[in-house]
């Protein structure tokens, strides 16, 4: 038996693919898809899949992120592909790297932390890229990947 796409095919654009359901929001808000006015968006949530039994994806008709708005996603999904298309054919396909910086995306969790008590954006260096541990630019906390707090 012949299976259905589930999702329409895109002439041009970007695929952002294998995102965990409870991510999908998480993903959504950090590009500001709301602010994208020229572009068609789907958005497909609790598809089948091999790899992950159920996932999300993201399709954004003409519009292309820099690589550092891509690779901020691997924050909060760490094994997310992203493929670029042009003229229904995958041109690129690769996953997303943790940058050596994040600003204003991660929270600190030092009550004392600078960023917690005043009016600024908080920082965040990648110190160990095998165990993906963030340590705070300001006070120097360190927290896994995984349990970071999104700001």
Same mark, same amino acid.
């Given at each position: 038996?012949?299976?259905?796409?589930?999702?329409?095919?895109?002439?041009?654009?970007?695929?952002? =693919? @294998?995102?965990?359901?409870?991510?999908?929001?998480?993903?959504?808000?950090?590009?500001?898809?709301?602010?994208?006015?020229?572009?068609? %968006?789907?958005?497909?949530?609790?598809?089948?899949? @091999?790899?992950?039994?159920? +996932?999300?994806?993201?399709?954004?008709? =003409? @519009?292309?992120?820099?690589?550092?708005?891509?690779?901020?996603?691997?924050? %909060?999904?760490?094994?997310?592909?992203?493929?670029?298309?042009?003229?229904?054919?995958?041109?690129?396909?690769?996953?997303?790297?943790?940058?050596?910086?994040?600003?204003?995306?991660?929270?600190?969790?030092?009550? +004392?932390?600078?960023?917690?008590?005043?009016?600024?954006?908080?920082?965040?260096?990648? %110190?160990?890229?095998?165990?993906?541990?963030?340590?705070? @630019?300001?006070?120097?906390?360190?927290? =896994?990947?995984?349990?970071? +707090?999104?700001?």
């Amino acid at each position: 038996m012949k299976k259905e796409l589930q999702v329409a095919a895109l002439e041009n654009g970007t695929v952002i =693919d @294998h995102i965990p359901n409870d991510r999908l929001s998480e993903v959504v808000r950090l590009l500001c898809l709301e602010t994208i006015k020229d572009s068609s %968006i789907m958005i497909g949530y609790n598809l089948d899949s @091999h790899k992950m039994r159920k +996932k999300s994806l993201i399709k954004i008709s =003409d @519009h292309y992120f820099s690589d550092e708005e891509l690779n901020q996603l691997s924050v %909060i999904a760490p094994h997310i592909s992203l493929s670029i298309i042009r003229n229904f054919e995958v041109a690129e396909k690769r996953q997303v790297e943790l940058p050596k910086e994040l600003v204003g995306i991660v929270k600190c969790p030092n009550p +004392k932390c600078i960023t917690n008590n005043e009016p600024m954006q908080t920082m965040f260096h990648s %110190i160990k890229a095998s165990k993906t541990i963030l340590q705070c @630019h300001y006070c120097e906390k360190e927290i =896994d990947v995984d349990e970071a +707090k999104f700001c």
